[in-house]
């Protein structure tokens, strides 16, 4: 479509359609999904014959219209990966209350048993039983900083 527009010295049809690889790499996905409409939308405009001058033929507007259909489908917004995220790490509570649960009221009461018959084993488990919980550190600009 540029060079369709470049070659008609059409400078706001240009302006509209001028989209550089690495500003679209940029761009979050709603972004993409406007400005591919934008593109078909313009590019409807344009005459058949002066699109076939172009190699733009109608099956491939077409199939750009599905492709822009099927990524708005797929597409995830901020705000559903949000409530994904915090299901999920209720999901991770939940199975870290039932492990430990089990911890607590099986393994521990089965261990017992082998505190007078194999005391090492009883000392090598309870060494090993403790959880460990490991949290990610917020990168901060003073990690760097001198001490």
Known sequence: M?????????HALMSKVNYKPA?????????VVAVAGIVLNETLKVPAADLAKESITAKGI?????????????KSSK????????????KINELFKEASSLLKGKL???AVQFKRKDPAFYLKYKAARKVKYHYAQKKTEEVNAPV
Not at 23 to 31: D, F, L
Not at 79 to 90: L, M, P, Q
Request: proline share 0%; net charge positive.
């Open 2 to 10: 540029y060079s369709y527009a470049h070659e008609r010295q059409d």
């Open 23 to 31: 500003a679209i790499k940029r761009m979050n996905q709603s972004k």
């Open 62 to 74: 077409r199939d750009y219209k599905q492709l822009i259909l099927h990524f708005k489908e797929i």
């Open 79 to 90: 705000h559903e990966a949000v409530i994904d995220r915090s299901g999920t790490t209720e």
């Open 108 to 110: 521990d009461r089965l």
